[in-house]
């Protein structure tokens, strides 16, 4: 059996920009940015928090276990756990459904954990996540296996039964067309479209219209959440940070007694994901070139990103599109199609006390740059392979193609090796051309010399 990452992910932001305009009621702002709002956030036990996460029923419905290992076999625990769970993919766990059939289900680490230079590392985004097929077309093999092993009517069809129908409505309408890309936003558009806003129970005719696009976003890391006042690429998410993230159970959640009950767990999921801090660089740096950089980077880029090492700020900045000019796709998404967010506004997930509403924007956040050497690829689509070609825009290619190896990471650029294509010829190649795959923007490296560039890359790999 294929495996499938239909696991909802909420995610963070990339990018940046700079200098100057007077804000005669507050600080100097750089050109082009607004302030983001901050709210308070629930507190919680992080250790706790992480063992929801491995072994928690949030997505509470899935594949019977004896079927998974059978398919799959057993051995593939990267995470250490125990019991059913030791053999259990890190993207999955196994739980009980409702009716008591342990089953196995997506989880977080679907799209938040990466197996990376060879190591899992949870909190970074699955940047080698496949979503360019509608993983729909896995059902009826496993409907076939399902009806061999079990029949249907049975317990284990009724606890498989609501993964599902969110399989067959989900993966026709999140088909993207370059793997590394992630249809975060589409998914959590076809899940509420199928949910009562007021109880979350499933309607099988959508009760909202959704658009047909599937805007392609690259997974941010976790580490970054502890700095931001808002979540997602535009600034999207306001309030309540738990309720935002406990949403993935819309997967296949009943109703809203059973998502009261995942609510209580992610403000000690929230206090984990605050506990997470970047990988470190692991090779020999230039301590010269670093300082160097530190400089410029402070000079020309802290305003937006903040400073790092002893003394650390963080200016929770959104950049207005004209202003950073990278691709405006999700932009124009969520600012022509608004029946998404009249839906979440309305809905259980908007109602005290842990409320939290949804704000579309005009641009995108200047995000945290904490441990930015590991996130490769860049700006908010996955459009640019590494820092270096980051900082240089001349040198994005228009057509690019890895390897989708953990290993195959150039440390000395800060980003996937990767070969210059003639044109889209395969899914693995990265074409942006495409609308919402554009590498355009960013241009803020382009003003530095080339040895400065270099310097700036150097002090990256150290924060």
Same mark, same amino acid.
């Given at each position: 059996?294929?495996?499938?990452?239909?696991?909802?992910?909420?995610?963070?932001?990339?990018?940046?920009?700079?200098?100057?305009?007077?804000?005669?009621?507050?600080?100097?702002?750089?050109?082009?940015?607004?302030?983001?709002?901050?709210?308070?956030?629930?507190?919680?036990?992080?250790?706790?928090?992480?063992?929801?996460?491995?072994?928690?029923?949030?997505?509470?419905?899935?594949?019977?276990?004896?079927?998974?290992?059978?398919?799959?076999?057993?051995?593939?625990?990267?995470?250490?756990?125990?019991?059913?769970?030791?053999?259990?993919?890190?993207?999955?766990?196994?739980?009980?459904?409702?009716?008591?059939?342990?089953?196995?289900?997506?989880?977080?680490?679907?799209?938040?954990?990466?197996?990376?230079?060879?190591?899992?590392?949870?909190?970074?985004?699955?940047?080698?996540?496949?979503?360019?097929?509608?993983?729909?077309?896995?059902?009826?093999?496993?409907?076939?296996?399902?009806?061999?092993?079990?029949? +249907? /009517?049975? %317990?284990?069809?009724?606890?498989? @039964? *609501?993964?599902?129908?969110?399989?067959? $409505? &989900?993966? !026709?309408?999140? #088909?993207?067309?370059?793997?590394?890309?992630?249809?975060?936003?589409?998914?959590?558009?076809?899940?509420?479209?199928?949910? +009562? /806003?007021? %109880?979350?129970?499933?309607?099988? @005719? *959508?009760?909202?219209?959704?658009?047909? $696009? &599937?805007? !392609?976003?690259? #997974?941010?890391?976790?580490?970054?959440?502890?700095?931001?006042?808002?979540?997602?690429?535009?600034?999207?998410?306001?309030?309540?940070?738990?309720?935002?993230?406990?949403?993935?159970?819309?997967?296949?959640?009943?109703?809203? $007694?059973?998502?009261?009950?995942?609510?209580?767990?992610?403000?000690?999921?929230?206090?984990?994901?605050?506990?997470?801090?970047?990988?470190?660089?692991?090779?020999?740096?230039?301590?010269?070139?670093?300082?160097?950089?530190?400089?410029?980077?402070?000079?020309?880029?802290?305003?937006?990103?903040?400073?790092?090492?002893?003394?650390?700020?963080?200016?929770?900045?959104?950049?207005?599109?004209?202003?950073?000019?990278?691709?405006?796709?999700?932009?124009?998404?969520?600012?022509?199609?608004?029946?998404?967010?009249?839906?979440?506004?309305?809905?259980?997930?908007?109602?005290?006390?842990?409320?939290?509403?949804?704000?579309?924007?005009?641009?995108?956040?200047?995000?945290?740059?904490?441990?930015?050497?590991?996130?490769?690829?860049?700006?908010?689509?996955?459009?640019?392979?590494?820092?270096?070609?980051?900082?240089?825009?001349?040198?994005?290619?228009?057509?690019?193609?890895?390897?989708?190896?953990?290993?195959?990471?150039?440390?000395?650029?800060?980003?996937?090796?990767?070969?210059?294509?003639?044109?889209?010829?395969?899914?693995?190649?990265?074409?942006?051309?495409?609308?919402?795959?554009?590498?355009?923007?960013?241009?803020?490296?382009?003003?530095?010399?080339?040895?400065?560039?270099?310097?700036?890359?150097?002090?990256?790999?150290?924060?």
């Amino acid at each position: 059996m294929k495996r499938t990452t239909l696991s909802l992910i909420l995610a963070l932001s990339l990018m940046l920009t700079f200098y100057n305009c007077k804000d005669d009621d507050g600080p100097e702002l750089p050109n082009g940015a607004i302030q983001l709002p901050s709210y308070a956030q629930r507190t919680g036990d992080p250790s706790a928090g992480y063992d929801y996460l491995v072994y928690g029923d949030y997505v509470g419905h899935g594949v019977p276990y004896q079927a998974y290992v059978t398919a799959m076999g057993t051995g593939q625990n990267r995470l250490d756990r125990t019991g059913d769970n030791a053999n259990v993919a890190y993207d999955f766990t196994a739980v009980d459904a409702p009716n008591g059939v342990r089953v196995v289900a997506a989880n977080c680490f679907s799209c938040h954990a990466s197996v990376f230079r060879g190591e899992l590392v949870v909190g970074m985004g699955a940047s080698e996540a496949n979503f360019t097929s509608d993983q729909s077309e896995l059902i009826p093999t496993i409907d076939l296996g399902m009806n061999v092993l079990y029949g +249907n /009517p049975s %317990d284990e069809w009724d606890a498989y @039964e *609501p993964f599902r129908r969110a399989v067959l $409505v &989900v993966g !026709p309408q999140t #088909v993207l067309q370059a793997r590394g890309t992630n249809p975060a936003d589409k998914i959590a558009a076809v899940l509420a479209a199928h949910r +009562n /806003p007021n %109880d979350l129970s499933w309607s099988e @005719e *959508p009760l909202i219209t959704i658009p047909d $696009v &599937v805007p !392609p976003t690259d #997974v941010p890391a976790w580490w970054h959440m502890k700095k931001k006042n808002t979540m997602f690429y535009n600034a999207l998410g306001r309030k309540d940070f738990a309720r935002f993230m406990m949403s993935s159970s819309l997967l296949t959640v009943k109703d809203t $007694v059973k998502a009261r009950e995942i609510d209580t767990h992610f403000a000690d999921v929230l206090a984990f994901i605050q506990s997470l801090e970047p990988p470190v660089y692991p090779d020999a740096l230039d301590s010269s070139k670093i300082a160097e950089g530190e400089k410029i980077f402070n000079d020309n880029c802290s305003q937006c990103h903040g400073t790092y090492g002893d003394v650390e700020t963080y200016p929770n900045l959104l950049i207005e599109r004209n202003v950073i000019q990278t691709d405006p796709y999700v932009l124009d998404v969520y600012n022509t199609h608004t029946q998404f967010a009249d839906w979440y506004n309305s809905s259980w997930f908007s109602k005290p006390p842990y409320d939290a509403f949804i704000q579309p924007e005009d641009g995108y956040v200047a995000p945290p740059l904490d441990g930015v050497w590991a996130t490769a690829p860049y700006l908010h689509n996955g459009s640019v392979p590494d820092l270096e070609t980051l900082l240089d825009s001349s040198k994005r290619p228009t057509y690019w193609k890895r390897s989708f190896v953990s290993t195959d990471y150039n440390m000395e650029k800060a980003g996937w090796n990767y070969s210059v294509e003639s044109g889209p010829s395969t899914s693995d190649v990265y074409d942006t051309t495409l609308l919402g795959y554009g590498n355009q923007g960013h241009y803020y490296g382009d003003q530095l010399t080339e040895e400065e560039r270099a310097a700036v890359l150097e002090y990256l790999k150290s924060i």
